[in-house]
């Protein structure tokens, strides 16, 4: 426990040595002061013990889950437990955060301790993967009357969570893409072409199922329709490339364009798993980092999660020929390729053009590339000034050569998604069921 001078004592203790000045001036102020001053003592040791006997009685913990999810607003709980006394007690409860969080303000403030047990709720959102240490909690109280004195307990709670690629964003697409509803959550049922061969399991009928699937059998017991749902008998591999260069440092509403990659790929990993496809994995900037053999066993998804997780960006320019000599000794079976990443200018995807054809003649490759939305707030903005027109002028050449980028792409046969960052895992889902669903290879 520690004591802590309120602001009352200083202005009680500079009344009194105004008293003293005066009694120079008329005496009796001396016994006056001296009186004050004894006054102020009691009243002070009064309150140190009144305090002391509060906060004994007083626990407090903190709830925090050992795995936190980058990017998610989640919440830390707060156990308050204020035992036998009913007292109008005013409480400050302070934590020490981890420092990536750049929290400075106190969890709850100045706010009254009521008697028996109190739940406290704060919002926290992780901006970068890794481990976050938490510090102590320490708990001031105070009493209105006569409000000298603030006491504080510390409790001793140092823990070190994780913060994961985003396995909420991976539950919450999970749940989208095998719902009834999902086309509600910008999800696209794209026709299927042809007939599957390899049945899987029956299941309720949906809009866009086939009909000649319907089970009469089970429609029949369960007293509504229910079709018969098939799967090619091939699996296919799909792996992700994720682009670790310094094009992907670039940060979109706190978060890096390599964390909206990380936490894409953990979904769609998962999505590609519950499809019975192969899963895999290559990171890269000028050099090699991760690579995971696609593969469809229970595990894989825990795997590429440990992978990603580690992942960081640098300020080296991705070597995009290095990346082709990898695939082409690594993937040895046709697969499908996400490339995830982000060519600025036309200049360096030109460069780099021949080895995306290269790997596209040999895989079915979907690059992915991100519009930069800030730009584009700049593009329609009013101009006033000089300097106005030539940031309007750069967010239009900047957005145009975009565009370009992705229109020569797919004159030579890559498919390309341009997307927002926000709308990151949305867009590559929809890509990846279309290519299901026309059985492109």
Do not use: C
């Not at 959102?125 to 000298?148: A, C, M, N, T």
């Not at 992978?307 to 640098?314: A, I």
């Amino acid at each position: 426990m520690q004591l802590y001078f309120r602001n009352r004592v200083y202005t009680s203790l500079g009344f009194i040595v105004g008293l003293f000045v005066l009694s120079y001036v008329v005496s009796w102020l001396y016994y006056v002061a001296w009186m004050v001053l004894l006054l102020l003592f009691v009243l002070g040791l009064f309150e140190f013990f009144r305090l002391k006997k509060y906060l004994s009685n007083i626990s407090f913990s903190r709830n925090v889950h050992d795995k936190l999810a980058l990017g998610d607003l989640q919440r830390i709980n707060y156990h308050l437990r204020n035992e036998n006394y009913s007292a109008n007690i005013t409480a400050s409860l302070v934590d020490e955060f981890p420092y990536q969080f750049q929290y400075r303000t106190p969890v709850k403030a100045d706010f009254i301790l009521e008697e028996n047990a109190s739940e406290i709720e704060y919002p926290a959102q992780p901006l970068e993967r890794g481990v976050y240490e938490f510090g102590d909690i320490h708990l001031f109280i105070k009493v209105s009357f006569p409000g000298l004195l603030e006491m504080r307990k510390t409790k001793s709670s140092k823990k070190e969570v994780a913060v994961l690629p985003s396995f909420i964003q991976m539950k919450k697409y999970d749940l989208m893409i095998f719902s009834k509803t999902a086309q509600y959550a910008g999800i696209r049922r794209v026709r299927e072409l042809g007939e599957s061969d390899e049945f899987e399991h029956i299941k309720p009928y949906v809009s866009g199922d086939n009909i000649k699937s319907i089970n009469w059998r089970a429609t029949s017991r369960k007293g509504e329709l229910m079709v018969n749902r098939y799967e090619n008998s091939k699996s296919q591999m799909v792996y992700i490339l994720v682009d670790k260069g310094r094009s992907m440092k670039m940060p979109f509403e706190g978060l890096t364009l390599l964390d909206y990659a990380i936490n894409t790929t953990l979904v769609l990993s998962n999505v590609v798993l519950k499809k019975y496809d192969k899963a895999g994995l290559v990171t890269f900037s000028d050099r090699i980092g991760s690579i995971l053999t696609a593969e469809s066993h229970a595990h894989q998804l825990q795997k590429i999660n440990q992978h990603l997780y580690k992942q960081q960006t640098d300020f080296n320019e991705s070597n995009i020929e290095l990346l082709y000599q990898v695939v082409l000794n690594k993937i040895t079976r046709r697969s499908i390729l996400f490339m995830i990443t982000n060519f600025e200018t036309l200049e360096d995807f030109r460069r780099n053009l021949n080895y995306l054809r290269a790997i596209n003649k040999k895989h079915l490759l979907i690059v992915i590339m991100f519009v930069n939305t800030e730009l584009d707030d700049v593009k329609y903005r009013e101009t006033n000034y000089v300097y106005d027109v030539y940031f309007k002028t750069f967010a239009q050449k900047y957005a145009y050569d975009k565009e370009k980028i992705a229109k020569e792409m797919r004159s030579h046969g890559i498919q390309v998604v341009l997307t927002k960052p926000e709308n990151l895992s949305i867009n590559v889902l929809n890509k990846y069921l279309e290519i299901k669903a026309r059985r492109m290879r």
